[in-house]
């Protein structure tokens, strides 16, 4: 019978490995494990520990990107950049810049800097719309986060909103008129902790409200968010960091799932590709290819598409249709005079976030 040699949290696999054995490397603040067979080669054995998904947000760690890693944009708009959050500078002024930070190999904080100050009705803020509006509803939840700050003095306020959708529901016995959805619910908390310049893990408890009695749309737009909201007037940088909420009254540790599961959540919401296609095209065709989605959206998506390049014998504006939440058709018009050789390339975008 094998012995099997379990070997303590390393940095990075040695480059002889022993047979039988089992190896803890360091990745983040958790570790993969590792297993040998008899001949010292890695094998795929499957955990029998699944993610528990205690984490309501996705992306929490800030390892998925899709659209870049660095933006600055101006007041009155709201920009994804990091996937599934939403950042506002503010909407009647205010500018800034998002980026990606490597806090550690592995590891990414999401980076807020608010250049020029907000003002009007819509401050600045940053949160992610959780899908589902009963989410944590009539529970008691924990947010907590890991946040410095490197320039300036912001007051930020914790804040959550349930958003019950759009779309009118039909009536009942008791009110036979069509119902339309509640108005927003929403909780503000103060920051627990003075913020500084080192790293802190702050939580924060809240009561998510009952929605029993309110009244939900019809759209599947309804959401809960959660994020931080700053305050008109204030120029500043801060930076966050494993970002976690989750039905308890005791913040657990983060918890990070495998890379290839959170893009696939995120990309639910959001994707993006390259598509190429060359061959012979006529005079007065079109041609038209179904592009399917790595994964099935949330709902159909609004498709944009961008030339990669100059087409050769097709039009240079794409058009997409027969758009779903499986993919979409890509066309395109014969330019040829004859038959010819036709060729073109595109990256496209598909959002369908909440």
């Known amino acids: 019978m094998a012995r099997i040699k379990h070997h303590k949290v390393v940095s990075s696999l040695p480059a002889e490995l022993e047979a039988d054995s089992v190896y803890y490397v360091r990745v983040g603040t958790g570790f993969d494990i590792y297993v040998t067979n008899g001949l010292g080669t890695l094998v795929s054995y499957e955990l029998n520990t699944k993610p528990t998904y205690r984490n309501k947000l996705i ?23 990091a996937d599934r959050w939403k950042q ?7 500018s800034g810049t998002i980026s990606r930070i490597v806090r550690s190999p592995g590891r990414f904080a999401y980076s807020w800097q608010q250049t020029a100050a907000g003002s009007g009705a819509v401050p600045p803020q940053l949160r992610q719309t959780i899908e589902n509006v009963s989410t944590l509803a009539g529970q008691q939840a924990v947010f907590s986060f890991d946040i410095r700050v490197t320039a300036g003095t912001p007051t930020l306020q914790l804040y959550f909103v349930q958003h019950f959708g759009t779309g009118e529901t039909e009536g009942t016995i008791l009110k036979p008129l069509p119902l339309a959805p509640s108005a927003d619910v ?87 590709a390259r598509f190429q296609w060359n061959g012979l095209v ?73």
């Open 186 to 272: 929403t909780v503000t908390k103060p920051m627990p902790v003075t913020l500084t310049s080192n790293w802190q893990r702050v939580s924060v408890v809240v009561d998510i409200p009952s929605i029993a009695g309110q009244v939900v749309g019809t759209s599947g737009t309804d959401y809960l968010a959660a994020g931080w909201l700053a305050t008109n007037g204030e120029t500043f940088t801060v930076e966050l960091a494993d970002v976690q909420i989750e039905a308890s009254a005791v913040a657990t540790q983060f918890e990070s799932r495998p890379i290839g599961l959170e893009l696939t959540l995120c990309q639910r919401y959001y994707e993006t």
């Open 282 to 354: 006529g005079v007065s065709h079109n041609i038209a290819f179904q592009v399917p989605f790595r994964i099935t959206k949330r709902a159909a998506p609004t498709v944009i598409q961008t030339n990669d390049g100059n087409p050769l014998n097709l039009s240079a504006t794409p058009f997409a249709t027969a758009i779903n939440t499986q993919g979409f058709l890509t066309v395109r018009d014969s330019t040829a005079a004859g038959q010819s050789q036709g060729a073109f390339a595109e990256f496209w975008t598909a959002d369908a976030e909440v």
């Open 88 to 94: 506002w500078f503010g909407s009647d002024a205010g």
């Open 59 to 81: 992306n929490g760690d800030f390892r998925v990107w899709q659209r870049g890693t660095s933006l600055t944009v101006g007041q009155g708009t709201n920009h994804f950049l």
